[in-house]
């Protein structure tokens, strides 16, 4: 190990902390739910996502209501994918929870894993 190494690890709290956390994958449905919007369709959708039961949410609104949840979707980086369906008016907001939290915190493990192994070399 490089002495330059070696001296920057007691200095990578942040890394060696990031390491030991446990990665798992989500054992239910639950995906955090931090809306900041406080609005009766962002407040459902807060809703949706705490419910450990529930994969899939579907909002029967006018467009700009449709808009302004999808907006909170990204805004928040909220586990969710969407779609429009357009069988029906008004159209359908149709929210399916993912793993997309998780699976960043699976690319940040193995971007960390390297960043370590290359302070060690």
Same mark, same amino acid.
């Given at each position: 190990?490089?002495?330059?190494?070696?001296?920057?690890?007691p200095?990578?709290?942040?890394?060696?902390?990031?390491?030991?956390?446990?990665?798992q994958?989500?054992?239910?449905f639950?995906?955090?739910?931090q809306?900041?919007?406080?609005?009766? @369709?962002?407040?459902?959708?807060? &809703?949706?996502?705490?419910?450990?039961t529930? =994969?899939?949410?579907?909002?029967k609104?006018?467009?700009?209501q449709r808009? &302004?949840?999808?907006?909170?979707?990204?805004?928040?980086?909220c586990?969710?994918? /969407?779609? /429009?369906?357009? &069988? /029906?008016?008004?159209?359908?907001?149709?929210? /399916? =929870? @993912?793993?997309?939290?998780?699976?960043?915190?699976?690319?940040?493990?193995?971007r960390?894993?390297? @960043? &370590?192994?290359h302070?060690?070399?």
């Amino acid at each position: 190990m490089a002495s330059g190494a070696r001296a920057c690890l007691p200095y990578c709290p942040q890394l060696a902390r990031r390491i030991a956390e446990p990665l798992q994958p989500p054992a239910d449905f639950s995906r955090p739910s931090q809306v900041r919007c406080r609005c009766p @369709n962002c407040l459902q959708l807060a &809703h949706f996502l705490a419910d450990p039961t529930r =994969k899939q949410w579907v909002l029967k609104a006018a467009e700009a209501q449709r808009s &302004h949840v999808e907006d909170s979707i990204r805004r928040d980086a909220c586990d969710v994918d /969407t779609e /429009t369906l357009r &069988h /029906t008016r008004p159209y359908e907001l149709r929210c /399916t =929870k @993912n793993q997309a939290s998780y699976q960043r915190r699976v690319e940040q493990r193995e971007r960390d894993l390297q @960043n &370590h192994a290359h302070l060690l070399e």
